[in-house]
């Protein structure tokens, strides 16, 4: 009796999984449609005793009669034929993986940027995304540097993209670089600091200066930097985004220290070095649980980024 016992476990443990491979199960899936071994050996391009070999060896490992042999014809049983709706959907499965697309869905893909690179960088490569995903439905909200770390631990976003010096560990996220940056200086043309190939803190002493609000996430670094040096700048504007600081360095108001990373240059300002360095990186952060789309918008926005230049790099 104890013996019986123990077979009928290993019997147990062997249906439930470990006894098949895929051929095994194409093997059975073709005797049912084809109706004999004879024809199944021929779709399956083997032999004849191969298939009946095979069979045998699958019921052996399984611990079940698959098929009733009578007059040299085999009909499958009922765990036959369980197996047999099983394998249709399996094979259903490795169809559509096989075409390796994305199934058709129209879902909400939130994104959160600050405002410096939604304008400079992402907005284009989102609407470039957006081409070639026509089937998601993006959210893109721009908002301050500050909230965006507060609002995907909050689940109100799939994936943001900022300057990692928003980095918090308090937080559990993913973070996935995109791009080398560096805090630089900028300068109206003409204006005397621009006869220097690098600006150091000191420099901005008592220079008429354009700063960034103080909750910016890159305020207290700058301040650090500044304070260091034992440099007071005059600070005539604080202003909450880079785009609006070089506009006015560009209307001569003063000079700014910005990141390097996403600017949109123009005509009127001269960018210099910034010492002692402050080098940063922008990255996208996301939850820890990340889905197919969220990752190919990722993939898609390192892949496509601007080539490096004077002051910043991909990654």
């Not at 049983?77 to 199934?103: M, N």
């Not at 965006?148 to 973070?175: H, K, P």
């Not at 005509?267 to 990340?290: D, H, M, W």
């Not at 190919?296 to 080539?307: G, L, V």
Request: overall charge neutral; charged content about 25%; hydrophobic content about 40%.
């Amino acid at each position: 009796m104890k013996k019986s016992a123990k077979t009928n476990d290993i019997k147990r443990a062997s249906w439930s999984g470990g006894w098949a491979t895929l051929r095994d199960l194409e093997i059975i899936q073709t005797v049912i449609d084809t109706g004999s071994v004879t024809a199944a050996a021929e779709r399956l391009g083997v032999s004849q005793p191969a298939v009946s070999r095979a069979l045998n060896q699958i019921e052996e490992r399984c611990g079940r009669t698959l098929f009733h042999r009578e007059n040299n014809r085999l009909t499958p049983g009922a765990d036959a034929l369980l197996l047999y709706e099983e394998i249709g959907l399996i094979a259903e499965s490795f169809s559509r993986l096989s075409q390796f697309r994305q199934r058709e869905r129209k879902r909400q893909f939130r994104v959160l940027v600050p405002p410096t690179i939604a304008y400079g960088f992402l907005n284009q490569m989102t609407a470039q995304f957006m081409r070639e995903h026509p089937s998601l439905h993006i959210y893109l909200e721009i908002v301050r540097s500050e909230q965006i770390l507060q609002s995907i631990a909050r689940d109100e976003a799939d994936v943001a993209i900022a300057d990692a010096i928003a980095e918090n560990y308090n937080y559990n996220f993913n973070q996935i670089p995109i791009r080398k940056t560096q805090i630089i200086c900028a300068l109206p043309l003409g204006h005397p600091l621009c006869a220097r190939e690098e600006i150091r803190a000191e420099d901005l002493h008592q220079q008429k200066f354009i700063a960034l609000v103080k909750h910016n996430i890159g305020r207290n670094l700058l301040d650090r930097a500044l304070n260091k040096a034992s440099a007071r700048p005059e600070q005539i504007a604080e202003v909450s985004d880079l785009e609006t600081a070089c506009i006015f360095v560009k209307e001569g108001l003063g000079v700014s220290l910005v990141s390097a990373f996403p600017l949109l240059h123009s005509e009127g300002i001269e960018y210099r070095e910034f010492l002692p360095r402050i080098q940063s990186t922008v990255a996208c952060f996301t939850k820890k649980n990340v889905d197919s789309d969220v990752q190919a918008y990722i993939e898609f926005i390192r892949a496509h980024q601007p080539p490096a230049d004077r002051f910043s790099q991909p990654v």
